[in-house]
T-cell receptor, first 117, second 114 residues
Framework: AQKVTQAQTEISVVEKEDVTLDCVYETRDTTYYLFWYKQPPSGELVFLIRRNSFDEQNEISGRYSWNFQKSTSSFNFTITASQVVDSAVYFCALSGGLSGGYNKLIFGAGTRLAVHP | GAVVSQHPSWVICKSGTSVKIECRSLDFQATTMFWYRQFPKQSLMLMATSNEGSKATYEQGVEKDKFLINHASLTLSTLTVTSAHPEDSSFYIC??????????FGSGTRLTVV
């Protein structure tokens, strides 16, 4: 069975602090995809990144960076120099291999990040 | 980029009535549609998966007669909550997949049953 665990329920930081959101996943698929989404109070899901299981390169996009480690089944997300606008719920998600169709996306419980001025 | 339009964004209905939520893929063909439900301060729980022209596959514990899903075309899927009750109040969100666009989410529908 597939499972995504985000152990941190809530994180509170002060602006400009760096913060890392943890994500651990379980799957028996050899091909799979990992995602991070941001959900602001308005509710819509904002896509942040997709990474396939064969690409373990770390990714950096502005203040955001992701560390994918298959050895520990983790896909952690770091925000550098956090800002108040980063306050939201962040979800890590997993889907199985895309063999002729799109498999369901399984979400972790989410981490609520509060960045205070 | 890929866009999915979801309507209505919010709806209030009386207990016992039915509510229809629509999701349209505006610039791509959605071969697969996923419907999720999210209760306050909880994660997104998959309710069902539908492929265009086929019956939806429901997750365990989701009543198919209560949550009717129709995916009759490659650009439109609907979720009808039949005989809604206050416990059905939730945030419903669709996700469309097709071509090379991965998963594109609608903006969600906040349903309140009074």
């Amino acid at each position: 069975a597939q499972k995504v665990t985000q152990a941190q329920t809530e994180i509170s930081v002060v602006e400009k602090e760096d913060v890392t959101l943890d994500c651990v996943y379980e799957t028996r698929d050899t091909t799979y995809y990992l995602f991070w989404y941001k959900q602001p109070p308005s509710g819509e899901l904002v896509f942040l990144i997709r990474r396939n299981s064969f690409d373990e390169q770390n990714e950096i996009s502005g203040r955001y960076s992701w560390n994918f480690q298959k050895s520990t089944s983790s896909f952690n997300f770091t925000i550098t120099a956090s800002q108040v606008v980063d306050s939201a719920v962040y979800f890590c998600a997993l889907s199985g291999g895309l063999s002729g169709g799109y498999n369901k996306l399984i979400f972790g419980a989410g981490t609520r990040l509060a960045v205070h001025p | 980029g890929a866009v999915v339009s979801q309507h209505p964004s919010w709806v209030i209905c009386k207990s016992g009535t039915s509510v229809k939520i629509e999701c349209r893929s505006l610039d791509f063909q959605a071969t697969t549609m996923f419907w999720y439900r999210q209760f306050p301060k909880q994660s997104l729980m998959l309710m069902a998966t539908s492929n265009e022209g086929s019956k939806a596959t429901y997750e365990q514990g989701v009543e198919k007669d209560k949550f009717l899903i129709n995916h009759a075309s490659l650009t439109l899927s609907t979720l009808t909550v039949t005989s809604a009750h206050p416990e059905d109040s939730s945030f419903y969100i669709c996700s469309a997949s097709g071509e090379s666009y991965g998963y594109t989410f609608g903006s969600g529908t906040r349903l309140t049953v009074v």
